[in-house]
């Protein structure tokens, strides 16, 4: 294959195991599917290694980094998808915000959003395939180079996320500059949640022109709004975002499932279980039986580990997973993480993990 072939969106290699999407439509599956978000991350020294002098961004905006970051659990584990290495914070650059990713604060917006005025600086037509093609290269070599071992994810942020990070100037522990825009200027926050909605919708369906088997949606701050706040700045875009990439991608004829995470939302989990979306990410503060009966077996669901149960020992880790699974059951049910994976993690660990996920899912399945 030359090297121009990979960088065309056809002829993928075919998929050998999609146990991950048939577990994402409901379907039966011979084991339940396993993947970790950030497993492309700090704790695999591979990763670091590769990584190391490299400022962040530049990292985000080579395919072939992209595509060797990616691909790099999959070499150590067995997981069931893969998840594009990048960030949800491209899309406030592509609107023309300098962020900077500064080592040991994170991201950093020099120059925020402070007043309903600052959103004229943001472009106001987002040529999606000129600023964020670098993403879309980057899938599609991934699809080419994964060679049809597991499902590739796509993903974004939500639109309150990405506002939330644009007004604060990077992460923050009560997001109050940010909510007193909804509070103080409820039109212009809902102009900018409009613009960033209309730039999530192009950004998805590129993924999926690029190559992406399915498409995940992080709203990471939901928990900082309560159910009011989510119903009227959250929701009716989460919404508006599964319902619009579905309608273009059925002139397509594609089908891709869509998975929502809003974390610490467990007053939203009704809401989100009728959006649109086919999966229901669930952080690790949601009781398994109760996520079930709420969401009415209307939707799959994916989830919810506390990432810090793998500091546990291995034994430990494996009941934990089986406790987990007996809760969740084996059907329309994909194991995750209730949130990324933490730099200090062992290796190991997340191998045991993997391992238990697959092994007590299979016994369970034997005595159905």
Known sequence: ??????????DFPQLQN??????????ETEHVPVWCMRQAGRYLPEFREFRAGKDFFDTCRSPEAC??????????FPFDAAIIFSDILVIPQALGMDVQMVAGKGPTFPDPLKEPEDLQRLQSKVDVEKELGYV???????RHKIEGKVPLIGFTGAPWTLMSYMI?????????????????????????????????????LGQVAAGAQALQVFESHAGILGPV??????????????????EKLKETGKDIPMIVFAKDAHYGLEDLSQSHYEVVGLDWTIDPRSARKRTGGKVSLQGN????????????????????????????????????LYPDM???????????????????????
Request: glycine share 6%; hydrophobic share 35%.
């Open 18 to 27: 999609d146990t991950f999407l048939r577990a994402a439509r409901g379907e």
């Open 168 to 204: 604060e100037g990077g992460g923050s522990n009560t997001h109050s500059k940010a909510k007193r825009w909804l509070y103080q200027h409820p039109e212009a926050s809902h102009m900018l949640l409009k613009m960033l909605t209309d730039v999530i919708v192009e950004y998805l």
């Open 346 to 368: 062992d290796p190991e660990n997340v191998g045991a993990f993997v391992e238990a996920v697959h092994q007590h899912s299979k016994q369970m399945n034997k005595q159905l």
């Open 229 to 246: 706040e989510f119903k009227e700045f959250s929701l009716p875009y989460l919404r508006d975002i599964a319902r619009r990439v579905k």
């Open 1 to 10: 294959m030359s090297k121009n072939d990979l960088i065309l969106p056809k």
């Open 67 to 76: 595509c060797e970051l990616t691909l790099q659990p999959l070499r150590r």
């Open 305 to 340: 580990m506390d990432p810090c149960a793998l500091y546990a020992p291995k034994e430990h880790i494996s009941k934990i997973v089986k406790k987990m699974l007996e809760g969740f059951g084996t059907r329309g049910y994909i194991a995750n993480l209730g949130h990324g």
């Open 136 to 142: 879309f290269k980057a899938i599609t070599l991934t």
